[in-house]
């Protein structure tokens, strides 16, 4: 059962701040007008109902995707905060969807073997994938994982599973001078006289071998070893899987603020954050230790690695809180001491891809670049491909083909033959806005 809870402090205060102005004014009649504004109202979710949602509900259509995963002839789909769709890949030109598990909440998943970890709003959830049409639910991590940075109290019956963004119109008595104050939540927000409002804040078959899948760029779940690494705004939450059906709950180490995405290479793990990229040694998988972190301005920051570069895009934003939009190379040859390399303008940058001399990247709106990136330095001067006309989020190479997911669905290339990419297929999304 959800349910909304009204702004009614909002209005009090409004109504406090108003009172003053009106017995001060100069008026001889007041002036009758209206204001408008975005309030975001939390939605509250009973915890039972959570533990009881999960669903085998068979193929649908993709409506909202998110992120992507793969492992070995399967492909993983996010449907935001609904759940995750099971593709059959063993043709590219031609996938099927073949199943779609309902997990409230899902934003993120990784796997290893045949078990499927994915968050569903505040806990892990751990399922038997062993046969993709008949999914089990084996294991349940409860109250984890934070949602939109506050996590309720483990004796609280409901927790908070989503703000909803809500425009309020009021009608008030103002001065007359076209000037007026409203308070909304700790910010004082001026009228313009045109009933905008500067803002103070801006919203937030079998499954074959033992093996780890692979995620794209923008991923919160990874997996090396026997060990689940995950990240929340805030944190890096481990999970020992030494027995893959029974998840453990191991270290929570607090990185700071505006934490985005994980990505594993080697003994290291990179953490893209809005402010930088942080480097932490995993040779001990149980306690990542943070060795440097790479500062840039706020923006958002998936970043890959291939050697001794790591491949970092910026970009802008709302949710960003950015205006910068370009790719970066930094020099990780020293972990301790990571140094800017090079810095490239892009459009709108997104999730990015490394095979070899080839980098993938996603331009949001603006479609895919395919670069030939030999020498590091003349990025610019060797774009091979730009694909137009489709949204682009992130992407996952796999040595001879391509999954690219955006806005309107899961494309796939064909690239082995670099010269000459071709595309294979696509699953497009089927919502009314595309």
């Not at 045949?114 to 038997?128: E, G, Q």
């Not at 603020?257 to 080697?266: A, K, R, S, V």
């Not at 020293?334 to 996603?362: E, V, W």
């Not at 996952?396 to 670099?418: E, F, N, V």
Request: proline letters at 5%; a negative charge.
């Amino acid at each position: 059962m959800k349910k909304n809870a009204l702004p009614i402090l909002q209005q009090v205060f409004a109504l406090l701040l108003f009172f003053p102005a009106l017995l001060l004014s100069s008026c001889s009649d007041d002036c009758e007008t209206t204001i408008t504004y975005t309030v975001q109202e939390p939605v509250y979710m009973m915890r039972a109902e959570l533990r009881s949602a999960f669903k085998i509900n068979g193929p649908r259509v993709l409506e909202a995707p998110g992120k992507i995963y793969v492992k070995g002839n399967y492909l993983f789909i996010n449907e935001m905060n609904e759940g995750i769709h099971i593709i059959d890949n063993s043709d590219p030109a031609a996938p099927q969807t073949i199943n779609f598990v309902e997990i409230p909440g899902n934003i993120d998943m990784a796997v290893k073997g045949n078990t499927l970890y994915a968050d569903s709003y505040i806990d892990l959830v751990a399922m038997d994938i062993s046969n993709p049409l008949d999914v089990k639910l084996v294991n349940r991590v409860e109250n984890i994982f934070p949602t939109h940075g506050m996590l309720v109290n483990d004796t609280a019956s409901v927790f908070i599973s989503e703000f909803v963004e809500k425009k309020v119109t009021q009608a008030y008595d103002s001065d007359c001078n076209g000037n007026s104050a409203i308070w909304r939540g700790g910010w004082l927000e001026f009228n313009d006289g045109s009933g905008s409002f500067s803002s103070g804040n801006a919203s937030p078959t079998a499954m074959p071998g033992s093996t780890a899948g692979k995620g794209g760029s923008m991923a919160r779940f990874t997996i090396s070893g026997n060990h689940l690494y995950t990240v929340s705004l805030t944190d890096m939450q481990l999970f020992d899987i030494s027995d893959e059906t029974d998840p453990q709950a191991g270290q929570k180490i607090n990185m700071g603020w505006g934490i985005e995405t994980i990505f594993p290479y080697d003994d290291k793990l990179f953490i893209g954050s809005t402010n930088g990229m942080h480097i932490y040694d995993n040779s001990n998988p149980t306690s990542p230790v943070h060795l440097s972190t790479y500062a840039h301005v706020n923006s958002c920051d998936p970043v890959v690695v291939d050697g001794d570069l790591a491949w970092v895009t910026l970009r802008s934003g709302n949710a960003c809180a950015g205006f910068t939009n370009q790719l970066e190379v930094i020099d990780i040859s020293n972990a301790r001491s990571p140094k800017h390399l090079k810095t490239y303008p892009m459009q709108n940058p997104h999730g990015l891809g490394i095979d070899q001399s080839t980098l993938f990247l996603c331009e949001g709106e603006y479609g895919l670049k395919v670069f030939d990136i030999k020498d590091h330095l003349k990025v610019d001067q060797n774009l091979r491909e730009h694909f137009k006309g489709q949204d682009a989020f992130d992407v996952i190479p796999l040595g001879t083909s391509l999954l690219m997911i955006g806005k309107d669905g899961l494309y796939q290339y064909d690239y082995s033959d670099i010269s000459q990419i071709k595309l294979l297929s696509k699953i497009p999304v089927m919502r009314k806005d595309i």
